[in-house]
């Protein structure tokens, strides 16, 4: 192949992409949205105790650490060839290679921060 | 009361390089199609219109054009639909202009050398051993993407191609991937190479622009994100067996 | 010969028409997910760190500034959701024969995959 490695960042943006497809809405309502509205049950559920309680299960933890890593990589992706789009003169391989290092800081901050939960 | 309606048109003299748009004001009939307009200017108000076209039936893909901002088969946009005017005719967009409203398509040519467009056999089938024989299910797989009749109207659609001038394109990377589906076919470690590489499927960004645009409805688009998931299980696969083949 | 005015697309190309200008939004529903993912990291770093630390930053979340960037964000992470599940037949041609596969039959298990996960998303919060 003539060294195009395209192939493997496509693949970390469909998985997240469906991952985020399926995760991000509901959690942006029950975590922002509905608790901004002051709905009541949604208030009472991010009680520090409740969430705690929740995020602390391992495998809560490997679920959130999974869609955050591969939800990351999805959206530089797709910011990435936004910028390109948008016909930013900005040299391509700079451009990828920032994208997906902030992608790989996200990735490494979820990381960190639930290993201290 | 004769019906006329205005239609304005790219001319550009590449002797001159002057590019201006020119109004002419056409007495129409309710069948035409631009086309008819076009011809109707070039032979009866100014022989100096050049414009390509061929069997105005919407099969040899020589009269693309953008039309009021939309790339369409001139031989298909009806002035009807496009009362009451006026028409802004100009040539295919992304393609250097040669003159008028005719572009130079060298570039899609040479694209569409890079994916190999042909049956592509380790050996050929000797004469005596008859036809290769397919069944309708495998004719089915890749059926819809021979309807392409290069029109390029795809180029024109195509915001990639605006900014990306050596991205393949819509039409060359359907075509490949037209035989690479084909049973008959045995090169398509040859057309990965250049479909694979950066700049073929991974440029696109899947605005699906060429798909709307495409008078044979050969959907490009999804051919193109087809190449990239098998594409991507090639990748991987080229990890776990890197002395395999590509067949 | 000499050529020139190749008349390039242009970079405003995503605001020619509705179609390209829905293109562009889906684009740009890449920066609502990340920004939101930045917001869920903060969340959970103070999930980490001390129940005082993190009521204040939860409350911060309620503010009226926030709460707009919420619904915008659901807005757009939504339509995230409804055109990559729409696209993904596009990608997949599976073939019954002679027939292809239609679009609604796998685009459908994905609407019905995100209404399966909003509701196990649901429940463990709210039990």
């Given at each position: 192949m003539k060294g195009s490695h395209e192939a493997f960042w496509w693949s970390l943006f469909s998985a997240g992409g469906i991952i985020a497809a399926m995760l991000i809405p509901v959690l942006v309502f029950a975590t922002v949205v509905a608790p901004g509205f002051g709905w009541g049950v949604f208030v009472d559920a991010m009680q520090y105790d409740r969430i705690a309680g929740l995020v602390g299960h391992q495998l809560v933890k490997a679920i959130l650490f999974v869609s955050i890593w591969l939800s990351f990589f999805h959206a530089f992706h797709r910011i990435r060839h936004l910028i390109l789009d948008l016909h930013v003169p900005v040299p391509g391989l700079p451009l990828a290679v920032l994208s997906y290092l902030l992608a790989t800081a996200g990735t490494v901050s979820a990381a960190i921060v639930l290993w201290r939960i | 009361m004769a019906n006329t309606v205005v239609l304005e048109v790219f001319r550009y003299d590449p002797d001159t390089q002057v590019a201006r748009m020119q109004d002419f004001e056409v007495e129409y009939q309710?069948?035409?199609?631009v086309l008819d307009a076009l011809n109707h200017i070039k032979d009866q108000?100014?022989?100096?219109l050049s414009h390509r076209w061929s069997?105005?039936?919407?099969?040899?893909?020589?009269?693309?054009m953008v039309v009021n901002g939309y790339p369409k088969l001139t031989c298909s946009a009806f002035i009807r639909d496009y009362l009451p005017g006026p028409i802004r005719v100009e040539p295919l967009a992304n393609f250097e202009v040669e003159r008028d409203l005719i572009v130079d398509f060298d570039m899609f040519l040479e694209k569409l050398q890079k994916v190999t467009p042909w049956l592509v056999r380790d050996e050929e089938r000797p004469i005596e051993d008859g036809e290769h024989i397919q069944t309708p299910a495998q004719l089915a797989q890749y059926k819809q993407y021979t309807f392409c009749i290069n029109c390029m109207l795809c180029y024109s659609a195509c915001p990639v191609v605006s900014h990306e001038p050596d991205f393949l394109g819509p039409a060359a990377l359907a075509l490949g991937h037209r035989y690479n589906l084909d049973s008959r076919d045995q090169g398509k470690g040859l057309r990965l190479d250049e479909m694979l590489s950066s700049d073929g499927i991974w440029d696109c960004t899947f605005v699906g622009a060429c798909s709307d645009v495409c008078p044979k409805h050969v959907d490009p688009a999804g051919a193109i994100q087809q190449a990239k998931v098998s594409g991507t299980m090639e990748y991987f696969k080229s990890f776990l067996m890197p002395t395999g083949s590509r067949k | 010969m000499s050529k020139s005015s190749r008349q390039a697309l242009g970079a405003r190309w995503w605001l020619m028409r509705r179609s390209y200008f829905l293109v562009f939004l889906r684009e740009l529903t890449s920066i609502f997910i990340a920004s939101y993912l930045v917001i869920l990291l903060l969340l959970l770093a103070k999930v980490g760190g001390d129940a005082g630390s993190y009521e204040s930053f939860r409350e911060s979340l309620t503010f009226p500034g926030m709460l707009v960037f919420g619904v915008i964000t659901l807005a757009f992470t939504l339509f995230h959701s409804i055109t990559f599940i729409n696209l993904i037949p596009r990608g997949m041609a599976i073939w019954r024969g002679e027939e292809r596969v239609h679009p609604a039959l796998i685009a459908g298990p994905g609407y019905v995959g995100l209404v399966v996960v909003v509701a196990i998303v649901l429940v463990a919060i709210l039990r």
């Open positions: - | 309710d069948d035409w199609v108000i100014d022989g100096s069997c105005r039936m919407g099969v040899c893909g020589s009269c693309g | -």
